[in-house]
């Protein structure tokens, strides 16, 4: 019914298409066949309404979740991530929704943890603590207002300098694709010009980003091509050149058709 | 409403009290004034409870009792707190998790009747404590198989696991306890390095062992964010499934150790149930500050928790205050420290 995807510009490339990803809980269809294309190089939005699945669809790109229908494509090769691993391996980092840091391990932990550094052969390798802090202290860079040390544990944050570590541990690892869900939800206006400086270095070190957002005025200012979600499906896509705050409003309302 | 499983960043969180805007850590000179406000916190008192719990424990029985702080009575609390302590290190890898293991003891059991029966057999002392070790690791591996792959919760898998290995060891021996004459367990008993009995020494190796592995490698690492958030941990690519069979291995792996040096304490492979041996091992984790919710490691703690109960009791019976009273005395410092953890920073 709604779901005919708009015409993509042939000219640009795509890294990554999903079609037809369905994934329910019991009795609740989260995805009912929602598609997604990003544009290698682009900042692909994609936005809609709170329980749209706009999360869900990420945990799937991510390989939190295992579609139970459709299929993903990178770079035209079809892909199963069976784990979280196997996204990271493919290039794809994300900050999720919920941050997914460990609150009991410090900052430089959280940094590394399930790709740890470590030193020594055999059962006698240990972790590289150094290296390790070090590094994080490089990946966080300016990116909090107030930097935490890279050795105070997680609990300890405040709200804005947990999203600063989810974020920067995303775009320091990144190699091909990040993923952002909802980055900037919690922020201060300083603090959210950060994150939108971090999306553009990100973009302009040709890392293709994928945004979550429900501010109209940074999809429409960050991304290149924006998606809309509506009740487990892709409804509509445009350009951002082409499109208006009120148009992506009436879209993922539904006022307005695709 | 619609996202129920998605918690947004707490808005409510506190900025770190005094958050250094240098990027490194604070000098020394601040670290010092930092170490010293901490006496004042009631976090302070709450996170080393164990060491300070001994301390104080140690000077009240010296005061009351002569012999108390003595090399030789020294030695007899360290030999005697040895067993409990290897179980305590394995409850507190579990209970990092979040876990709980209620059959240590009862594996511990098992793995002393089945080293019993072995050497009984005729077997070499050698295969013998490997099989009562195989034994325990095995319950172990059993009790980790229900709660990762079974998706039974801790409580009800090691409550199952607990009846099993209990049963096995009545069964097994037939109900009677195994006398044992060794040569290698008389070394055991007898061994000594300078005043500290052999066992002890075990039971010390086992614990720089174990904080090496909990905190200088990652399957340490991730025990800890498997305990600390389940979620998070999956998300960042740990496999929380064998790291939930891994913690409960190793406990019963330890368990099995435990009961070969039950052994060389009691010269015989007795069915008995030991529960004292559990309910202890919970209380040493508890008394060394480690939080019942798991995410938090420690392994000193629990090690000096384990030594603070076997001192105290070894305290009051020097006083000759009847042995009725122990447990009470017991139950009542593991509740006290249970009240002091509340005060815990986290
Ligand atoms: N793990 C889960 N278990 C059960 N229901 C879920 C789970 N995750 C998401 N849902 C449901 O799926 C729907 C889509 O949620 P989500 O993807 O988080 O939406 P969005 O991110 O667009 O707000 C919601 O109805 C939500 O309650
Ligand atoms: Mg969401």
């Given at each position: ?10 000219d ?9 990803i ?11 066949g929602?598609?997604?294309t990003?544009?290698r ?8 309404d ?26 035209g090769?079809k892909v199963h991530?069976?784990s979280?691993?196997?996204a990271?391996?493919?290039g ?12 009991d391990?410090?900052?430089w932990q959280?940094f590394f943890i399930?790709r740890?550094?470590?030193k020594g ?9 150094k290296?390790?802090?070090a ?8 990116l ?23 974020i920067?541990r ?11 869900d ?7 206006v300083?603090?959210?010009?950060r ?9 302009d070190?040709g ?16 991304s ?10 892709t409804v ?5 050149t082409d ?16 | ?5 998605e ?17 490194d850590?604070?000098s020394s ?11 004042k916190?009631?976090?302070f008192?709450a ?12 000077i009240v ?11 030789g009575?020294i ?20 209970i ?20 019993g ?8 002392f ?12 095995l ?11 079974g998706?039974?919760t ?16 009545l ?8 006398t ?14 300078w ?10 190796t ?17 025990i800890?964010a ?12 740990v ?10 291995v ?6 099995g150790?435990a ?6 304490r009691?010269?015989a ?5 030991n529960q ?25 703690g629990?090690v000096?928790?384990a030594?603070?109960?076997m ?11 009847s042995?009725?009273?122990q447990?009470?005395?017991v ?16």
């Open positions: 019914m709604t779901t005919t995807p708009a015409p993509a510009p042939a640009t490339d795509v890294l990554l298409s999903a079609t037809g369905t994934k329910s809980f019991g009795g609740v269809h989260a995805l009912r929602a598609h997604l990003m544009r190089g682009e900042v692909t939005a994609l936005i809609g709170n329980g749209a699945g706009k999360s869900t669809l990420v945990r799937c790109l991510s390989g939190i979740h295992q579609p139970d229908g459709g299929e993903i494509l990178l770079d090769k991530f069976a979280p691993l196997k990271r391996e493919h794809i980092e994300t900050v999720q929704q919920n941050l997914a840091l460990v609150e391990l410090t900052v959280n399930g740890e550094l470590t052969v055999g059962p006698f390798s240990m972790l590289d603590r290296k390790m802090k590094q994080s202290l490089d990946m966080l860079g300016d909090a207002v107030n930097i935490p040390p890279v050795t105070s544990r997680v609990r300890r944050l405040s709200g804005g300098q947990r999203q600063a570590v989810s920067a995303a775009a320091g690892w990144s190699t091909s694709i990040v993923i952002m909802e980055p900037t939800a919690a922020l201060g300083q603090e959210t010009a994150v939108e400086n971090v999306i553009k270095t990100l973009r070190k890392v293709t980003l994928l945004l979550i957002s429900h501010n109209f005025d940074q999809v429409l200012r960050l290149d091509h924006v998606a809309v979600m509506r009740r487990g499906l509509a896509e445009r350009r951002a499109t208006s705050g009120d148009e992506l409003v009436a879209l993922i309302t539904g006022a307005k058709e695709s | 409403m619609n996202t129920p499983k918690n947004p960043v707490s808005t409510t969180a506190a900025a770190p009290s005094g958050a250094p805007s240098k990027k850590a604070p000179g601040s670290r010092l004034t930092e170490h010293l406000g901490d006496f916190r009631l976090s008192w996170e080393n409870a164990a060491p300070i719990g001994l301390l104080l424990l140690v029985f010296s005061f009351l009792s002569p012999i108390f702080f003595t090399t009575n030695s007899a609390i360290l030999m005697a707190s040895s067993i409990l302590v290897v179980l305590a290190i394995g409850q507190s890898f579990v990092t998790t979040g876990g709980i293991d209620l059959s240590i003891a009862a594996t511990m059991t098992l793995g002393a009747v089945v080293f029966l072995s050497w009984d057999a005729g077997h070499n050698w295969l013998a404590v490997l099989l009562g070790i195989g034994a325990s690791t319950m172990g591996a059993a009790s980790g198989f229900l709660i990762s792959k998706k039974v801790d409580f009800i898998a090691t409550l199952g696991t607990m009846g099993v290995a209990t049963g096995l060891a069964i097994l021996s037939n109900g009677r306890p195994i044992i004459r060794s040569d290698e367990l008389l070394s055991l008993t007898t061994g000594k390095v005043i500290v009995g052999l066992p002890f020494v075990i039971a010390a086992v614990a720089v062992l174990a904080w090496f592995v909990m905190f200088r490698t990652p399957f340490g690492m991730h800890q498997v305990g600390g958030s389940e979620e998070a941990a999956v998300a960042n690519g496999k929380a499934g064998r790291i939930r069979l891994a913690v409960y190793i406990s019963g792996a330890l368990a150790l009961a070969i040096l039950l052994i060389a009691v010269g492979a007795e069915p008995a149930v004292a041996y559990l309910l202890n091992s919970i209380a040493a984790v508890v008394l060394g500050g480690v939080a019942l919710a798991g995410g938090r490691a420690k392994i000193a629990p000096l928790g030594i603070l109960l001192a105290l009791t070894n305290g009051l019976t020097l006083m000759g205050v042995q009725f009273y447990p009470l005395a139950g009542l410092v593991v509740v006290l420290a249970a009240l002091l953890t509340r005060f815990q920073s986290r």
